[in-house]
């Protein structure tokens, strides 16, 4: 609150206080009651509520067909002009496909199997995960390579 709206509210509160007091004949607590009500008011109307980011965003199909909706819910984590992705989502993913390619043997930190893993979820996609920079595309390709790597029953 700035000094020029809380000074606004005490003026309002008095004046309507000594008017209900003086010219209405209202008991003088009743009027300091009314006072402080139109003082708290006028504060409150002075109030700036932000705007909710929800009520213009897209509203984008989901479905299992489309990996990448997921991600996109996660608005706060993309930045929507560059793709950009945030740390969070990166990490969570990086973390399910190294569980993944453990699984089947291969472990993200031994170069030996560098070859094994870039055949199987795509050249150079391990390197941009764990670097700086990840974009959108990079995190629905690795998406698609944890299905590839786990596939449900009703794809085997």
Same mark, same amino acid.
């Given at each position: 609150? @700035?000094?020029?709206? @809380? @000074? /606004?509210?005490?003026?309002? /509160?008095?004046?309507?206080?000594?008017?209900?007091?003086?010219?209405? #004949?209202?008991?003088?607590?009743?009027?300091?009651?009314?006072?402080?009500?139109?003082?708290?008011?006028?504060?409150?109307? $002075?109030?700036?509520?932000?705007?909710?980011?929800? @009520?213009?965003?897209?509203?984008?199909?989901? #479905?299992?067909? *489309?990996?990448?909706?997921?991600?996109?819910?996660? /608005?706060?984590?993309?930045?929507?002009? +560059?793709?950009?992705?945030?740390?969070?989502? =990166?990490?969570?993913?990086?973390?399910?496909?190294?569980?993944?390619?453990?699984?089947? %043997?291969?472990? +993200?930190?031994?170069?030996?199997?560098?070859? $094994?893993?870039? /055949?199987?979820?795509?050249? #150079?996609?391990?390197?941009?995960?764990? #670097?700086? %920079?990840?974009?959108? =595309? &990079?995190?629905?390709?690795?998406? &698609?390579?944890?299905?590839?790597?786990?596939?449900? *029953?009703? *794809? $085997?």
């Amino acid at each position: 609150m @700035t000094r020029g709206r @809380t @000074t /606004a509210a005490v003026v309002v /509160a008095i004046v309507v206080a000594a008017l209900l007091w003086l010219v209405v #004949g209202v008991e003088e607590v009743f009027a300091v009651a009314w006072g402080v009500l139109a003082g708290v008011v006028v504060l409150c109307s $002075q109030l700036v509520i932000p705007d909710d980011a929800r @009520t213009d965003a897209v509203v984008l199909p989901s #479905g299992p067909e *489309k990996r990448g909706t997921a991600v996109a819910r996660m /608005a706060w984590s993309i930045n929507p002009r +560059t793709g950009a992705v945030g740390d969070i989502i =990166t990490r969570r993913v990086r973390g399910i496909l190294r569980h993944r390619l453990l699984r089947r %043997g291969l472990d +993200t930190e031994d170069p030996a199997d560098r070859a $094994q893993i870039d /055949a199987l979820i795509g050249a #150079g996609l391990w390197d941009r995960l764990t #670097g700086q %920079g990840t974009h959108r =595309t &990079d995190i629905e390709r690795a998406l &698609d390579a944890i299905d590839r790597l786990s596939p449900t *029953k009703e *794809k $085997q």
